[in-house]
């Protein structure tokens, strides 16, 4: 299954907010030359809550195309409502990906019968590897490991991203999901000791600006070297933390640009990093060594 660094990959835009499509190309090529281990098209990170269907099928559309089977693809697919998320999967697998990551529905707040039922219908109506994505800090829904257990034993659905930065929470899925289920931090910050504890992979913000660094910690930890890989976190640490001084992508966007891989677009309601947020950034990327 897919294991490893996974970078949760921006869209890069123009200043007016447009998709850029060759920057889009210029950063698969950076991730697959830097040694990223697979590549998450129009997540969360990739602003897919502001980016229309057409929009959003057609940047996956690219990234397959242009990392053209050299690592793996896995589309963010999820939405609020169970009808769009299944239309995205299913143009997901249409253009080649080979798997989706699915947020749980934001802001409906269902219950977890719900979210069983939400997930079970994807999962149904689209014959591809799907990943459960929580991440109740910002969808204020909470998807418990006991429901995640219940998904589990339904074929397609093979992993979950734990975005909640609760390490408890890798023992519970651990224990109730079974060993064939993939694990992953959605969470860069515990993501060293999510992987030293029993982990499979990260789906990370910070391997956007140092895919090199976080591909490395990640084969540590998962080497179980737990020395050398808390000492490569810890030149991530300060980004980390200051990929996310505002809301996620501001910084990100912000710090690419910054390496000149993108424009500044971004789009509302999100707006470009502040002033008084840029040394922070600014910091964090010298720690690390890509500034």
């Known amino acids: 299954m ?18 850029d499509a060759a920057a889009l190309g210029r950063l698969v090529e950076f ?63 249409a253009a080649g990906a080979d798997a989706c990551l699915l947020v749980t529905p934001y802001y409906n707040k269902p219950t977890q019968e719900g979210l069983f039922l939400h997930y079970k219908a994807v999962a149904e109506a689209v014959d591809i590897p799907q990943i459960l994505y929580n991440v ?34 890798l023992t519970s899925l651990g224990a109730m999901c079974g060993e064939g289920f993939q694990l992953y931090s959605g969470d860069d910050a515990t993501g060293c000791e999510f ?47 200051a990929l996310f001084v505002e809301s996620s992508p501001i910084p990100v966007k912000w710090a690419m640009a910054k390496m000149g891989f993108c424009d500044t677009g971004i789009r509302l309601p999100l707006t470009w990093l502040s002033p008084a947020a840029e040394a922070d950034v600014t910091g964090a990327m010298q720690q690390a060594g890509v500034l």
């Open 2 to 19: 897919f294991q490893g660094s996974m970078v949760a990959m921006i869209t890069p835009m123009t200043q007016d907010g447009s998709v």
């Open 31 to 93: 991730h697959i030359e830097q040694g990223s281990d697979a590549i998450v098209a129009v997540g969360t990170t990739g602003e897919s809550a502001t980016l229309d269907e057409a929009e959003h099928c057609e940047v996956i559309r690219q990234v397959v195309s242009a990392v053209a089977g050299r690592i793996p693809v896995i589309a963010g697919t999820g939405a609020n409502s169970t009808r769009e998320a299944i239309d995205l999967t299913r143009c997901a697998k």
């Open 136 to 169: 109740p800090g910002r969808t204020a829904c909470d998807l418990l490991p006991e429901t995640a257990a219940r998904l589990a034993k339904i074929d397609n659905i093979i992993g979950i991203k734990d975005a909640t930065g609760d390490l408890s929470r």
């Open 195 to 241: 992987l030293l504890q029993g982990g499979h992979g990260v789906i990370s913000v910070t391997a956007n600006v140092a895919p090199k660094l976080m591909h490395e910690m990640v084969a540590q930890a998962l080497a179980g070297q737990r020395e050398a890989a808390e000492a490569t976190d810890a030149k991530l640490l300060g980004l980390h933390k």
